[in-house]
């Protein structure tokens, strides 16, 4: 008895949206600075999304900006 394939061809990879990567640490920022150096860990291990959760908080860190009401 043989046994059944589940995939007929290889399963597609689908690229990650470079957006997704982009972020631009503030100058002087530690936590920026931080973050910078685990989005390039994390892209260098293949962890896509530790790099897309680090690119994210770099740029939503508001760097000590008090929001307005």
């Given at each position: ?5 589940r ?8 690229s990650?949206?470079?957006w997704?990567l982009e972020g631009?640490p ?11 150096v685990?989005?390039?860990q994390?892209v ?8 897309c ?5 770099i740029?939503n860190h508001?760097h ?6």
């Amino acid at each position: 008895m043989t046994t059944p394939s589940r995939y007929s061809t290889k399963p597609i990879e689908l690229s990650l949206e470079s957006w997704l990567l982009e972020g631009t640490p503030a100058p002087d920022c530690d936590q920026c600075a931080a973050r910078a150096v685990k989005r390039e860990q994390a892209v260098k291990a293949g962890d896509w999304k530790a790099a897309c959760a680090a690119a994210r908080g770099i740029r939503n860190h508001r760097h000590g900006h008090r929001e307005t009401v």
